[in-house]
């Protein structure tokens, strides 16, 4: 089966670091994303990782490991609007695309 | 620089009823796929455009949902006798990749949120 998991809530202190794990059992890979949701609202493109190792954006970094189909997303300097879920996704296919569940962060001040 | 828009943002049916959702994609997209997000989930793939072609649509539940994408950029995601397990939030999301948009960012429309009373 296809299967993606990631912790479903998470809480931190505004100015702090945060990782938030992912681990992935798919049948194929294209390729790994990392969405941003706030509630009501559509999710908006973070990160994409496709070969192992650390991509570094501004006060996000997402890590990839294929061979443990494990990846995480860093943030750092945590801000109040911040809080939000956190959607990891993974290119199984040419087409298909499988989300997790997502991971509510509440950043506190 | 407009994003994906989706119309309507909120659809209230009566069971039976048939639903029409609207996702108007980023002009030049040439992908666009459509998911279920039912709430605290995360979105569940429904069914995938190239152009105008509807190149997987394994994700759609019943044959009650039909989708179609006529000319290659508006597309519409039909749902008929609605049932109550179909109350969720329909997003719409559009990627400027060839090959299924692996490797490519989607961008996502604000969702229409259905609900089958």
């Known amino acids: 089966g296809q299967n993606i998991d990631q912790p479903t809530e998470m809480t931190a202190t505004e100015g702090a670091i945060v990782q938030i794990n992912c681990t992935y059992q798919?049948?194929?890979?294209?390729?790994l994303f990392w969405y941003q949701q706030h509630a009501g609202e559509a999710p908006t493109f973070l990160s994409y990782?496709?070969?192992?190792g650390l991509e570094e954006k501004g006060r996000f970094s997402s890590f990839l490991s294929r061979s443990k189909g494990y990846s995480y997303l860093l943030l750092k300097e945590l801000q109040m609007k911040d809080s939000a879920s956190y959607l990891c996704a993974v290119a199984s296919g040419t087409y298909k695309y499988i989300f997790g569940t997502g991971t509510r962060l509440k950043v506190l001040a | 620089g407009a994003g994906v828009s989706q119309s309507p943002r909120y659809k209230v049916a009566k069971r039976g009823q048939d639903v029409a959702l609207r996702c108007d994609p980023i002009s030049g997209h040439v992908s666009l796929f459509w998911y279920q997000q039912a709430l605290g989930q995360g979105p569940e793939f429904l069914t995938y455009?190239?152009?105008?072609?509807?190149?997987?649509k394994s994700g759609l539940p019943s044959d009650r949902f039909f989708a179609e994408r006529p000319e290659g950029s508006v597309s519409t995601l039909k749902i008929q006798r609605t049932q109550q397990e179909d109350s969720a939030v329909y997003l719409c999301?559009?990627?400027?990749?060839?090959?299924?948009?692996?490797?490519?960012?989607?961008?996502f429309g604000p969702g229409t949120r259905l609900t089958v009373t």
């Open positions: 990782n496709v070969l192992d």
């Open positions: 999301a559009s990627s400027r990749g060839t090959s299924g948009g692996a490797g490519y960012e989607q961008y």
């Open positions: 455009f190239q152009n105008e072609a509807q190149l997987d």
């Open positions: 798919t049948s194929g890979f294209n390729g």
